[in-house]
């Protein structure tokens, strides 16, 4: 951007640096969750295992009951990609590509629900739930979030930029809308649906407060609800590598999928100016 | 429909309108889905939110909301009448204050860096900058946690320097510190990329055009890079306010809004409240907290408006 002014190299050290301090933590707890009991007992503070174990892994998933949390989080996130892609397909093309009235209501509703802050919302949220039976179920922790605005938000801004000539022509041809949606536009979409996809599950998987509330019972805490309750059980016993192993198992799968799709990150933060 | 088949000058206006209505129940249909998520979990519970702050409603009464007394502004009373509701308004206030310009220091200088001419491993370190944003919170929470113990990694690092290191979390004075650290941590990703973005903006023509005129880097940041990012820079305020404003995971997980209080958010003192049963104080506090929220966004959403 500006000609001529520090010089590269340092730079770079400075860069190195701000890296290095960004990562310690996840090199941290990486390290960690490979060390055994006896390990953190004879010196707790040290940086490197002393001897490589999965131990820790192995117990997770043998007894601390992490397997039925992963499997409650795949799920839930599974429920709430689909119903964002198909929801957020349907609702973003109308309000950009179709003419109906009370268009301009549907989409305050949307900007409404983006700046909804969920402390404000949540108690009535948890009265629905209760009252729809849904306490204590997969469907239950994933529904408020099932249609996420910003969904609605992204397809939007991309059917934006389709032609309407595109449409147009289908519709002289005799096409019917859900025709032209399905037939025209969705093969279209691919970019915007993989954001949605993307924004989604990361707000369905890292989601904590909701799934604290509504997952009562063991069987269904998600990882993170899971994660915080192997944590204060953990700590009468001080068994910091099984809880820095379950952090590892709650942050890698999505830290991976950014290390992969970082663009599809990136273009959800920039498209929307939003998390 | 049976619309009469009448050649008139209204026909055209007639066959409009009906074209119109039928794409009417199209649009609307296609809205569904959105709109029964919308209804049941926005718009009916900000309503109900509302007029939940204005009733007595404890957690008894869940199956039973409308069995509840109207006790008008009396929630809202109580809060103006509780210290710790003050507290946590100012602790927000605080969190704002505080965590919004130095996340927005450590971004916009991370973003700089990376505009300033490299071309290896860009992407990379802007990846790895970012990476914090996306990361489970109850994952790296638990991390600070161990990290700032009394005997945790902080304080090892510190004896080995020769000071004694403090109880990070257990300090009145010292926990809120170490909260905002971690919302820092947690955002500044997001403040470099919208900064990125916003650096294309600037014209390098611009720039140049300048240094030939003599004008050295910090003249050129300050007379021609900052004033032409305004924008960016209001939004990325904006926008990080109404995150700090909203603040809850980070004293949640870290101190639980201790010690004495002393990292307690408006937001955790809502849940708090509904914790206690207390839905109708609450919902008043909630309502306090989406005034704020609200008016922010708004600004935010006027801001973004001539962008998009």
């Known amino acids: 951007m500006m000609p001529r002014r520090v010089p590269i190299p340092l730079l770079y050290a400075g860069l190195v640096v701000a890296a290095g301090l960004t990562v310690l ?3 941290w707890v990486a390290s960690g969750s490979l060390r055994g009991i006896g390990d953190f007992q004879s010196d707790p503070g040290a940086w490197l295992p002393s001897a490589l174990t999965l131990d820790n892994y192995a117990k997770l998933f043998r007894t601390a009951g992490f397997g039925g949390y992963l499997a409650n989080s795949l799920a839930v996130a599974a429920i709430t990609v689909a119903g964002n892609v198909l929801g957020g397909a349907l609702a973003g093309y109308a309000l950009a590509k179709l003419e109906f009235r009370g268009k301009r209501v549907a989409f305050a509703a949307v900007m409404a629900a983006l700046m909804m802050p969920f402390s404000a919302t949540f108690v009535p949220q948890f009265m629905v739930t209760v009252n729809l039976g849904l306490i204590d179920t997969r469907l239950g922790v994933a529904l408020p979030s099932l249609v996420l605005p910003i969904s609605v938000f992204i397809v939007r801004q991309y059917a934006g930029s389709i032609p309407d000539e595109l449409l147009e022509a289908a519709r002289v041809d005799g096409a019917g809308e859900l025709r032209i949606f399905r037939s025209v536009f969705l093969p ?4 915007a649906l993989a954001t949605t996809t993307i924004m989604s599950f990361l707000a369905s998987w890292n989601s904590f407060i909701w799934p604290l509330i509504v997952a009562q019972q063991t069987s269904t805490y998600t990882l993170p609800v899971g994660l915080a309750a192997t944590q204060q059980a953990a700590q009468n016993v001080t068994d910091y590598g099984l809880v820095l192993a379950g952090a590892v198992v709650v942050m890698l799968p999505v830290l991976a999928l950014f290390g992969f799709l970082q663009r599809y990150f990136v273009q959800g933060i920039a498209a929307t100016g939003l998390k | 429909m049976a619309e009469p088949t009448v050649v008139s000058p209204g026909a055209s206006r007639l066959r409009r309108a009906r074209g119109k209505r039928s794409h009417t129940a199209i649009g609307w249909a296609f809205m569904l889905p959105f709109g029964i998520v919308f209804l049941l979990f ?3 519970p900000i309503v109900a939110s509302l007029a939940t702050s204005l009733t007595d409603m404890r957690s008894t009464d869940m199956r039973t909301p409308f069995g509840v007394d109207f006790v008008a502004l009396a929630n809202y009373g109580t809060l103006l009448g509780d210290s710790q509701f003050l507290k946590a308004v100012l602790n927000t206030v605080v969190f704002v204050a505080v965590g919004v310009p130095l996340t927005m220091l450590v971004g916009f200088t991370l973003a700089l860096a990376l505009d300033s001419g490299i071309r290896r491993f860009r992407t990379t370190f802007r990846g790895l900058f970012y990476a914090p ?8 929470a638990l991390i600070w946690q161990y990290a700032f ?4 990694t902080v304080n090892e690092v510190l004896a080995k320097l020769g000071f ?4 990070w979390l257990g300090d009145v004075h010292l926990a809120m510190p170490v909260v905002i650290l971690l919302g820092i941590w947690r955002n500044f990703g997001t403040a470099m990329l919208l900064f990125l973005a916003g650096f294309q903006a600037v014209p390098e023509s611009v720039l140049e055009a300048a240094a030939i005129d003599g004008a050295g880097p910090l003249r050129r940041l300050w007379s021609i890079t900052l004033p032409l990012l305004m924008p960016t820079t209001l939004l990325v305020s904006v926008l990080l306010s109404v995150f700090f404003l909203q603040v809850f995971d980070e004293p949640y997980l870290l101190t639980d809004g201790g010690p004495l209080g002393s990292t307690e958010s408006i937001a955790l003192y809502t849940y708090n409240q509904f914790g206690f049963g207390n839905f109708g104080v609450s ?3 909630s309502y306090v907290l989406l005034v704020f929220v609200v008016v922010f966004s708004a600004v935010q959403f006027r801001l973004l408006r001539p962008r998009s």
Do not use: C, D, K, W
């Open chain 1, 25 to 27: 933590p996840f090199l």
């Open chain 1, 188 to 191: 279209l979409a691919g970019p």
């Open chain 2, 42 to 44: 926005t718009a009916v």
């Open chain 2, 133 to 140: 944003v996306v990361t489970n919170i109850v994952s790296v």
């Open chain 2, 149 to 152: 113990n009394q005997s945790g």
């Open chain 2, 164 to 167: 004694a290191g403090p109880n």
């Open chain 2, 283 to 285: 919902s008043a506090a």
